[in-house]
Structures are given as C-alpha cells and as structure tokens.
C-alpha cells in the first residue's frame, strides 16, 4: 500500500474542528437537558396520569421510538418550513433531538419510577409530605438513582447520533469533516481525525456525567437513605 498520510492541512483547519465540536456539544447539552425534562413529565404521566393522557404519552413515545432520527430532523426542518414556521438548522437540531431524547427518557425514567415501593410512598403520607414533596424526593431522586448508568448511555448516545443534524447543514462536528475534506482531498485523515474527538467528546461526557451522579447521589449513599 503506497497511500501517505498527510496531516499538514491541520495547521490551517484546526479552529474549525474546534468550532465544530465546541457546537455539537452546545447542541446536545441543550438537548439532554430538554429532553430530561420533557422525558421526566412524561413518565410521571404514564405512571400517574389519566387514562387518555397516558395513552397520548404512549403514542408519543412508540412513534419516536419506531422512527428514524434522521426523518424526524427532515420533519422539523423541511417539514415545519413548509408549513411556514422557518427554523435555522441549529434549533431544527435541537428540537429534533430534544423529542427524540425525552421518548427514550420516558421510558428510562418510568422503569425507575415504578421500582419505587408503594410502602414508601406510604410513608411519605405518614410523615404528612405534599404530593409535589413525595415525587421530589421519594420518587424522582431515588428513581433517577437507579436508571442513571442507562440515563448516562443514553446521553452519550445523543451525543454521537447529533451527527446525523449535519444532513440539514448544522456546522457541527461532522458537517465541519465534511467541509474539510471537501476542500482538502484527505478523506481518510479527516474522519480519523473526527473519530478521535468524538472518543474524547464521549470520554468526557461520561466523566462530566458521573461528576453530577456523585454530588446528585453521594450524600444519599453516604447518609445511607434507604431506595
């Protein structure tokens, strides 16, 4: 094989690359962030709520569920565009994987949410605790506790499919590999180059998310709260 590789056009193109990532990771923080939101009502619906609400729910998450990331983004891009409502590729973005982040977190968090025992919700009536109390800290800490490694994965997740977002022109991370390839011929060291920072940007989501597990659950564990 007499290919060489040639890294030099890295000494001009390194901002983007920086811009690029420094993007997808505004993208998918605002995204994991709606998104647990969105995902965490919706599991106290489908656990607490009436029947039609948890039906709606329900819907809602089996068709995300059951539909490509990619045709949701052309929905909300193209789709809403056409109805009139013009949004620029980064909110489109972040809408898209905003509703595709919460249908997975409904049902991470209604796993969580229904391993609670009913005897300490009971007790949560005995100590005369509100409702808005009881799902605060009875249920939602102790809940999201136990489904966090699935809650962390499915970040990391997001984090590597918002690469999809580069097909309704997002600048982020790959639509920059994109770019750069194009102008430099070097396909192979481009997406080599890619591929090394999203191992970094998932190394350090993953470090920054058990930062939060430890000061959201360590005193918990420390002060030995029973779940």
Not at 59 to 66: F, G, Q
Not at 97 to 126: F, H, K
Request: proline share 3%; with cysteine.
């Amino acid at each position: 094989m007499s290919y060489k590789f040639d890294f030099a056009f890295l000494a001009d193109k390194w901002p983007d690359f920086v811009a690029g990532a420094w993007l997808t990771v505004q993208l998918t923080v605002a995204s994991i962030a709606l998104g647990f939101v969105l995902g965490t009502v919706c599991a106290l619906v489908r656990v607490y709520g009436g029947p039609v609400l948890r039906r709606l729910v329900g819907i809602y998450v089996e068709t995300i569920r059951n539909t490509p990331l990619l045709i949701q983004i052309f929905i909300v891009y193209f789709g809403l565009s056409s109805l009139g409502l013009k949004l620029s590729a980064e909110v489109s973005a972040i809408v898209a994987l905003t509703v595709n982040m919460g249908a997975y977190t409904t049902e991470i968090m209604r796993a969580g949410i229904q391993s609670i025992q009913r005897t300490q919700l009971e007790a949560a009536d005995c100590l005369g605790l509100t409702r808005l109390q009881t799902i605060l800290h009875v249920v939602l800490l102790p809940a999201m506790e136990r489904v966090y490694p699935a809650l962390s994965s499915q970040f990391v997740l997001l984090m590597l499919a918002s690469s999809i977002t580069s097909q309704i022109s997002a600048e982020e991370l790959t639509a920059t590999a994109n770019l750069v390839q194009s102008d430099t011929y070097r396909s192979f060291e481009v997406y080599m180059i890619v591929a090394v920072v999203y191992l970094a940007l998932s190394a350090l989501y993953r470090l920054a998310l058990w930062a939060i597990g430890l000061v959201l659950f360590e005193r918990r564990r420390r002060l030995g709260t029973p779940l």
